[in-house]
């Protein structure tokens, strides 16, 4: 396995990219949001990623929008009615 080095501010894209997600998916089922009290400090970090890619954002949200739909898409699949045997 090769590693390569990342800048310490793309060590928690993937936490960015799960939050959006989970709104993403918050809002398509009308679930309430209820923030945490840490929330506003989770935030801050996120202006420092921006700060050194402010595309990083936009990024993060493609990708939470194709988690979103995945799970959207694997669901239906799942409860799908089965076809009847003939």
Do not use: C
């Amino acid at each position: 396995m090769i590693l390569i080095p990342q800048p310490p501010f793309f060590a928690g894209l993937s936490g960015y990219v799960a939050e959006l997600g989970a709104s993403y998916l918050m809002a398509d089922l009308g679930l309430a949001y209820t923030p945490r009290p840490d929330h506003a400090a989770y935030l801050a970090s996120w202006l420092g990623a921006l700060r050194h890619d402010p595309k990083a954002i936009f990024n993060a949200a493609a990708q939470a929008q194709a988690a979103a739909d995945w799970i959207h898409a694997t669901h239906k699949a799942a409860v799908a009615p089965l076809p009847l045997a003939a």
